[in-house]
């Protein structure tokens, strides 16, 4: 679906690093997705989610109760949650990044209104909360635990600083500032008390405040509540001080726990604060915990978080696939983390894992008509939850009694393309690939290219600087046997650390062609990981697949016993938008001609089998049709000779193929005996 947005203004998005002295990249001030895979969402997006958006606002009650604060009565809150004014806040900053592209009349006018409405909602102190203004009238940061102060005032700030830098208005970012004013007077260095909040996210907004004003008082009160995290300061509550990450002071944690949307945001602004400090031990535990987090508590998605009952990350291994949680939540939250870190590394193992979780951890929870979203995001659904819905389950709905994820999904897409490239001192690094224009005002790029489902990627010099530069291109670790050319010359360069570093002197309409390899692949869990021992999975390119009841109809999901072989592979642009699906040759047991009233059996007793083909399509794609049953993870033989990958000469892999070790260095990852 091509794109008719026009061209973005020059300038900074969510992340300005142009003060940092350590940054190892910053991201390109020349921005905008144009057509292809994910220019047509951004394009939905602006169209059919934030208009939307507004509506569902307004019916939830949201706008209400920040009306009900600005007239300053104390009776008629809607909703019994008490961060429903962050909803706002973060539609607000969706339309702001919009609004680069140009703006929405419509969308325009409600912005203004509801900036205006923000103001009279304030107190005189600055305090702004509509939950406690109106439902808890004269209390305030009375419950660091759950009330929410300090996380919506984070993603105020975060909004205010979109409409600063996109349209240059301050109303809301004078609003924003009175807020973060109260904070400090209450929870600062010299406030009247010592706490912290139960949902970090304020962290990082507070250096992004400073990065904008230049404040330092800013910055000064981030590190002050990172520095008081871990020391019980909000007690056990129901799920125990690790829930909010406040049982290890943050410098000596090394294991990334509790509820997953609050570690990763913790985790991010503490990213931002080293980036602004230089302090290396903030940027230790980051990655320390993002190692810990992507090699044990991960899902093959990106999605993260294996519990429904605290929304937590679980223990290491954990991760079940028919119960996993994976809010859509968590998933933008890995990648705001791994684009910190990137940035702040330059280590491609980053770039990767943002890459595998925005095409499969996010993207699922966000329907193709661009009308529904999903708060969980589970690898299998079997036939007795197929008709659940709603937050806990896991078909798409317009919106939810806890609709923190639908504004999260639009401020994402809104401010995506940020995300592709970014600026290193001796030119460009392109990290993801997705369609348009990327750079700076010496050296920019056109990308054209039909990822993920081809593997070509077109890199067009449009603005060539003076003198030598480089640019990098990452190769994805399951990328094995890619090529590159430079108008037409085949590049003898060779990739280390996961980027092509090409250097030479550029000149305008120089064409670079990388060829990455997308043939289907199989990947198997690490055996600790008992829930999915014994199976495998299919993906290709940086998509992973699952096996749906609408493509296979006749087909029980839950009686495959094997995998034989794949037959072939195909694009079929009338399907779910235009997805390429693979045909599964299974082993289908039939349980249903002698299973009795128990079901537990001897060793070497089976039930009939019967061979079928089965078609599998990409796993964000899955629940756009009907509701049923769905698997990622398939029974599969013992011996790997038998596999997939046998049937066809494809590869066998455990991701990543590129293992980050202790030290931080990218390696390749060493291949058992008997892998090709």
């Known amino acids: ?16 690093l142009d003060r940092s002295s350590v940054a190892a990249l910053r991201p ?35 706008v209400t109760n920040l009306e009900l604060a600005a007239a300053r009565k104390t009776a008629g809150y809607r909703g019994d949650l008490p961060f429903l004014d962050s909803d706002v806040y973060k539609w607000i900053e969706a339309a702001a990044w919009d609004a680069r592209h ?57 909004a205010a600083i979109a409409r600063a830098r996109v349209l240059g208005d301050r109303d809301l970012l004078e609003v924003a500032e009175r807020f973060v004013s109260a904070i400090a007077d209450e929870l600062g260095p010299d406030g009247r008390r010592v706490g912290i909040g139960g949902h970090p996210e304020v962290e990082m907004a507070l250096v992004e405040l400073y990065r904008h004003t230049g404040n330092v008082s800013h910055l000064e009160l981030a590190r002050v509540l990172i520095d008081r995290r871990g020391h019980g300061l909000l007690g056990a509550g129901r799920f125990g001080s690790a829930y909010w990450q406040d049982d290890v002071p943050v410098r000596e944690a090394i294991e990334a726990r509790g509820h997953a949307v609050r570690q990763l945001y913790l985790l991010c602004g503490v990213v931002d604060t080293y980036l602004e400090t230089g302090e290396e031990l903030l940027l230790d535990v ?45 998933a933008i939250g890995s990648v705001m983390l791994s684009w910190r870190l990137l940035l702040a590394t330059g280590r491609a193992r980053y770039a990767d894992l943002i890459e595998r979780t925005l095409y499969n951890g996010f993207l699922s929870g966000a329907s193709l008509d661009g009308e529904g979203y999903r708060y969980v995001n589970p690898l299998q659904v079997r036939h007795a939850r197929a008709g659940v819905a709603g937050d806990q389950g896991p078909f798409f709905s317009p919106w939810f009694r806890c609709a923190c994820c639908p504004p999260n999904v639009m401020r994402l897409l809104a401010s995506l393309e940020h995300y592709v490239c970014a600026r290193r001192d001796d030119g460009l690094a ?48 399951w990328a094995q046997g890619t090529s590159a050319s430079i108008n037409g010359e085949p590049v003898t360069e060779r990739g280390e650390g996961g980027w092509l570093l090409l250097r030479r002197t550029w000149r305008v309409d120089d064409r670079v062609r990388l060829e990455l390899p997308m043939h289907v692949r199989t990947t198997r869990a690490d055996d600790r990981v008992d829930a999915v021992r014994g199976a495998l999975a299919l993906e290709r390119g940086p998509l992973v697949y699952c096996l749906e009841e609408a493509d296979n109809t ?20 009338a399907l779910l938008g235009g997805v390429t699906t693979i045909r599964v040759d299974v082993d289908v047991a039939d349980h249903g001609a002698d299973h009795d009233w128990w079901s537990y059996g001897a060793v070497g007793a089976h039930a009939p089998i019967g061979r079928r083909t089965v078609v599998a399509i990409p796993f964000y794609a899955w629940g756009n049709r009907t509701l049923g049953a769905m698997r990622v993870w398939i029974p599969s033989p013992a011996d790997p000779k038998q596999s997939i990958a046998a049937s066809r000469g494809g590869a066998t892999t455990t991701w990543p193929d590129r293992r980050p070790t202790a030290d931080g260095r990218d390696v390749p990852r060493e291949r058992p005996e008997g892998e090709e």
């Open 1 to 16: 679906m091509a794109s008719d947005r026009p061209g973005a203004l020059p300038g900074h998005g969510p992340v300005d």
């Open 28 to 62: 390109a001030t020349v921005a905008r997705l144009d057509g292809g895979f994910w220019g047509g969402r951004a394009t939905q997006n602006s169209e059919v989610r934030i208009p939307d958006g507004a509506t569902r606002l307004r019916d939830a009650g949201n």
């Open 102 to 158: 140009g703006t929405d009349p419509a969308v325009e006018r409600i912005v203004v209104e509801l900036v205006a409405l923000l103001g009279r909602a304030q107190e005189p102190d600055g305090y702004l909360q509509s939950y406690f203004q109106v439902h808890r009238p004269g209390e305030r940061f009375v419950d660091l635990q759950w009330g929410h102060d300090l996380y919506c005032a984070g993603h105020l700030v975060q």
């Open 286 to 330: 980051a990655e320390r915990q993002w190692l810990d987090l992507v090699s044990r508590k991960t899902y093959l998605t990106g999605g993260q978080g294996a519990r429904h009952t605290d929304e937590s990350l679980g223990d290491g291994f954990e991760l079940p696939p028919d119960r996993a949680y994976c809010e859509t939540c968590a």
């Open 430 to 477: 392109l990290h993801q690939y997705m369609s348009g224009e990327f750079g700076d005002e010496s050296f920019q790029v056109r990308v054209d290219t039909a990822y993920p489902y081809s593997g070509e990627v077109i890199v067009d010099v449009t603005r060539a600087p003076a003198g030598e530069a480089a640019l990098a291109l990452r190769v994805p670790g």
């Open 554 to 573: 006749g087909v029980s999901l839950d009686e495959i016993v094997s995998v034989a072989a794949t037959e072939d592979e195909g694009h079929d642009p």
